[in-house]
């Protein structure tokens, strides 16, 4: 079981007072999440950007809560009320949490998947892999599947829809010769889940939820 934890919502950086003089403080932090912009304290948006921080550690998905409440708890600038705060942000859906090998359609249904990195292809040593970058400096590398899937799955309601899509396109939207991959919901979901953490964790990407 690969139980992790991933941030949802697009920051938009702090927002600040108009009043002279200037006041140096944010008045708040903006986080862009479905059909809200969330404003956050400084002290919530320190926890919800580190759940960013090690990307590395993402890739082998060992970021889940007790990591991160204890990289909060720990840091140079200690977060003694961090546990507290994490399920905060989790309650207000700031910070995902499932397990890569479990039931992924109820937090899949949830959320969508939305590109942010620049799409830079394979190369002649690894055509299996997709490179995903910014400024032309590839930062990831995506299986074929997962690849596509990030290119397109703003388009589809869901982020299980959009698995489920491409499942069904590979039985029905085959040349004529080709043969079915034997794709399932269930198994490109998987797919998306292993990658998921290190594609939000470079923002390549970023989780939305659905809107009701």
Known sequence: MSRVIIPAGLSMGPRYRYVRPADPTPECYEI???????????TEAAVWAA????????????VNRESLIRLLETAPRPEPDAAQLVDDLIGRGLLVEFDTDGDLEPVFRRHKLLPLGQGLGSTPDEPHLHR??????PILALPNSVYGLWSFSFQSNSLWDACDYYARADHEELEEGEEPLGLTTGGIAREVAVNLPLMISTSCGFLDTVSR
């Open 51 to 62: 759940s960013f921080v090690d990307a590395e550690r993402h890739a082998k998905l060992e």
């Open 132 to 137: 995903v970058g910014l400024a032309n400096q």
């Open 32 to 42: 862009h999440l479905g059909d809200d912009l969330v404003e956050l304290t400084e």
